[in-house]
């Protein structure tokens, strides 16, 4: 069983991956779009990725607001969530994604990772944080029974 992370941006959405054992998630890619409302190619794509990795789940980072409220960010991920759902026929879970973006950004950095190419990554390593935070929250709750 496969889960699949997704980062959802205005310009990009990055993805992840789980392995096969729902422990660890991976960076894949990162889907670049020519404008937010097209979403044809970039549901396309996604789809592709799910065959590819077999995926059963999607999670979905929810961009909340510091003070847990829900801004114009979020209300555009929700639609992507029905999007995506209609797509795929997959449950799609959403995943707090406060600070992933920011996150990730200091990974690169500490790799050493130049500015330009920091662009390119940094919606893939968030989407591996948000899964990574879905997956850590699986394991916690099945070793509490």
Not at 26 to 51: C, F, H, M, P, Y
Not at 86 to 111: P, S
């Amino acid at each position: 069983m496969r889960i699949m992370g997704l980062d959802y941006g205005s310009k990009t959405v990055g993805v992840a991956v789980s392995d096969s054992l729902g422990l660890t998630a991976q960076g894949v890619e990162t889907i670049w779009r020519k404008s937010e409302n097209k979403l044809r190619q970039t549901l396309a794509r996604i789809d592709e990725l799910i065959k590819e990795y077999q995926v059963e789940t999607i999670v979905l980072g929810f961009p909340k607001n510091m003070n847990d409220t829900i801004g114009d960010r979020a209300v555009k991920t929700l639609k992507f969530k029905e999007a995506l759902e209609k797509r795929t026929g997959l449950d799609v879970v959403m995943e707090d994604e406060r600070l992933t973006t920011v996150e990730a950004e200091r990974v690169l950095k500490e790799e050493g990772v130049r500015r330009e190419d920091r662009k390119k990554r940094i919606d893939e390593i968030a989407a591996g944080f948000i899964l990574q935070g879905y997956l850590d929250e699986i394991y916690r709750q099945r070793n509490k029974k």
